[in-house]
Each structure stands twice: as C-alpha cells, then as structure tokens.
C-alpha cells in the first residue's frame, strides 16, 4: 500500500524572526512523514540538511559534544536559543503596543495578529490581559473601545465576543441600508417613468428660452439644453399640459405626393404641396422651404410642439401668412420645424378651406338607394337552394285549435298552421300564396293547428 509523501518545508531564511514560524512547519512534517519514529541521528540529519548549506556552519559554532549532535531535542534546544536570544524583547513590545485595528481589517484577524505579537513579549502570566488591553485601546470603533473600557470583569474572551458581534450587526446594517437605497432608487425611477407618461404630477414644467439679457448671474452661465448657448438666458417656465402653449403636430414623414390627401396651397403667393392633417393642432413646413421662399420675418413661437409620442420638435421660429384654396382664405401662424419631410396642414385650417368637412353622424342609406342598388331583393318571391330539415326539442307538445265554423270561412295551413278567412281581400291573398307554393291548402286534420289572424297592410 502506498504511503502519503509529506514535502519538507522550503529551506529556512535564517532570520531571527522567522525561526519560530519555521520550526514549528518542520515539526509538523517531522510527525506527518514519521521522521519522529525513526533514530535520532537520522532527524538530526534532516533538520540540518533542509534549514540549508548555512546550518552547518551554526552547528559547528554551538561546540556541541559528538553524542549531543545526534540527540533532537539537544539540537533543536541549542538552535532555538541560538536565534531567540537574538531577539530584542523592547523592540517586540513596542510593536505589540502599537498595533491598531487596520481599515477593513475583521476582529479575529486582529486578535490573531496581537496573539503572535505577544508570543515573544515575554508577558508570562500577564499575557492574556496583556493581548485583552491592546485589544480593546486598538479597535477602530471608539465608541465600542470606550463601552469596553468601563466593563470592570472584562476578559480576554468576552472583549473579543462583544467586538464580533457589534462588528456582525454593523455589516448587516450595511445591508439593510444598500437595500433600502436600491428601493429608493427604483421608486424615484419609477416615479420618472409616471411622469414621463402623464402619471401621477398632474403637471409638468419644462424650459424656454427667452430673449437674451445683458446681465445674468455667474451661477446661470450654464450651456443651454434647449439651444446650447452658453451666454445667459432668462428662463419661462411652460406649463405642458396648457393647451394655449402647447401643440401636437402629427405625422413628421410622407411617403407618396399622389395620396388624396395632398393638397396644394398658396401661401402669401407661394404654392407649396401640404399634406392634410387633421390631428395636428399647428400648420408646419421645413426650415428649407422656408429659405426658399419670401415670407415675413420670423418671430418667437408661443407654442411647445410635440410629436407623435410626446416627442418635443425643434422650432426654429413661426411667422403669419394668408393660406388660399378655390378662392377660400384664412389667416395662419406657421411653425418652422426642422427635420420636417413635408409641410403639414393643420385640422383647423382645412376646414377653413373647406378641404375636409366635419362630420357630426353619419346616416345611413334610404330605402329607395337600396331598392335601386338591389332591385331583385325587391321583386317576386326566392327561394333557397335544398331542403332543410326542422328537428323539434324532445318532449315538445304541438297545440291544436280547431276552426270555429263561420260563414264564408274557410281553412288554409302551411303544413303547420290554420288560417281563419273572413273577408274578400285576405281571400285573394291566400290564393295568391297557395299557387306560388308559400302554403298549401290543408282538408284534413293535423298534429299542428295554430289559429292566425290576417292583418290587411
């Protein structure tokens, strides 16, 4: 069976400071690899041999005897001595005495820390209260360190328990508190997304800028978001749901001229091609076309446009013009929007040209457009193709009337029904029935007899 190989520990330094972490990992491999088992001459050996080529010569200078160096625990005694004695108890005090809790650093961590520092302070007895001193004066929370400090049975053991749970509700708070900002920071998120939607504020303000002005102060020489300027503007609040200040403007893009719902328009004597719409508030056209053209001098709109989706557009101005169509006039304020595809007209003023008519109900077709669409419906009588079969509910009763016998009566049924005649007009009308097939005549009793009254029209 295979035995388990223990490496040996890296070759030692050869530094005081680090002799005793060192020889504790050699007495470990000593034990796991069962170097202790075998004689004594051989682990002496090996201790020698992994410290490194410079154990020889310390071992030489211990002037130890023949039969001293090939006894362990001789050696390791004369070596333990050989590096500790060259330790400065002061200097390890002074280090014990000034270590502090460091950011980030947990209690145990610290607590193990002092523990080592300690072990060559030479305290004896005293070091438990010793490490439970510099433990307290050393944490980082001051306030514990002080609640600590007035605690006249304190130990070593109940500092160090009191500090892990004080340092456990404090990173749980932490939690609770990243929590309870990621809940408000989804609930202000939220709140955005109502009022970008026309939730919950019933009103929303935005910016315009108005005319420029000599004098503003240095905290609003900030780059303007509606028009980048960085110069100073006085500021107008616009109230959005306002319908005097602000207008939707509906489709932004034409994809065909030829559609029915072009129109040309003169425009203080300039005809241009606009598409109707009637959802929008506003008439527009392009800044381009504006350019092109000779109109008055553009003045500040008094309206937000918005677009399809609440959209805001970019209004670089609006001027007054006289719209003409079939000899019908009306006054205007056109919006120049830029980006615009097509010139747009608005609802309102192409109703003034009469270019669309607004339609209170809509009534439906006369009888005599019916007649005249579908004469047929209204001449003879049809007849549908096949036969149909008329299936009864189960445990139907069929009534049954007897005629009361009448003078110049008689009795007529179409398979199911009697008819009582009783003057010379419905006479006629039933003959007329019987020879283009409506009903038959019936002698003879039935199932089904149901009593009908003619009504003459």
């Not at 490194?52 to 130890?64: H, K, P």
């Not at 005897?65 to 005090?93: C, G, M, P, Q």
Request: some cysteine; charged content about 25%; proline content about 4%.
């Amino acid at each position: 069976m295979s035995q388990f190989q223990v490496p040996p520990p890296e070759k030692f330094t050869f530094k005081a400071d680090d002799w005793p972490k060192w020889i504790k990992r050699f007495e470990r491999f000593r034990t796991a690899s069962g170097l202790e088992t075998q004689a004594e001459e051989n682990q002496v050996n090996a201790l020698i041999y992994t410290m490194g080529e410079e154990a020889e010569d310390i071992l030489v200078s211990l002037r130890l005897s023949l039969h001293e160096t090939s006894e362990y625990d001789t050696v390791k005694a004369k070596l333990d001595a050989h590096f500790v004695a060259r330790r400065n108890i002061i200097f390890e005090r002074a280090k014990f005495n000034q270590r502090q809790q460091e950011m980030g650093e947990t209690v145990d961590s610290f607590h193990t820390a002092l523990q080592c520092l300690a072990e060559y302070c030479g305290y004896g007895a005293l070091h438990d209260e010793m490490v439970r001193d510099r433990f307290v004066v050393g944490l980082r929370d001051k306030r514990l360190s002080e609640q600590l400090q007035m605690d006249p049975e304190l130990t070593l053991e109940k500092a160090v328990n009191r500090a892990r749970q004080s340092e456990q509700v404090k990173r749980q708070q932490e939690m609770l508190k990243s929590n309870f900002k990621a809940d408000i920071a989804n609930t202000q998120l939220d709140s955005v997304h109502a009022r970008q939607h026309g939730g919950a504020q019933p009103k929303q303000t935005t910016l315009q800028c108005r005319q420029k002005v000599k004098k503003v102060p240095q905290d609003r020489l900030t780059q303007c978001k509606r028009c980048g300027d960085t110069k100073g503007h006085r500021l107008q609040q616009l109230t959005e749901d306002s319908e005097d200040e602000v207008a939707f403007l509906g489709s932004l893009l034409a994809k065909e001229i030829t559609s029915p719902w072009m129109a040309e328009i003169n425009v203080d004597n300039h005809n241009t091609v606009f598409k109707i719409d009637t959802g929008a508030d506003v008439t527009a056209v392009s800044e381009t076309l504006y350019a092109q053209g000779q109109f008055s001098r553009l003045e500040k709109p008094t309206k937000v446009l918005r677009g399809p989706g609440g959209t805001r557009l970019k209004v670089k101005g609006m001027f007054t013009a006289t719209l003409s169509k079939n000899n019908k006039h009306t006054m205007e304020d056109i919006y120049v929007v830029k980006g615009l595809s097509m010139p747009l007209l608005s609802g309102a003023a192409a109703i003034a040209l009469q270019l669309v008519a607004r339609v209170e109900n809509i009534s439906l077709d006369s009888t005599e457009t019916v007649k005249k669409e579908f004469p047929k419906l209204f001449r003879g009588l049809g007849k549908m193709e096949g036969e149909y079969n008329i299936v009864l509910k189960p445990g139907a009763q069929p009534p049954s009337h007897p005629t009361k016998g009448q003078r110049g009566a008689e009795s007529w049924s179409s398979k199911e029904s009697s008819l009582r005649v009783s003057y010379q007009g419905s006479q006629e009308e039933l003959n007329r029935m019987e020879q283009q097939g409506v009903i038959s005549k019936v002698e003879e009793p039935t199932e089904w007899c149901a009593p009908v009254v003619v009504v003459p029209q």
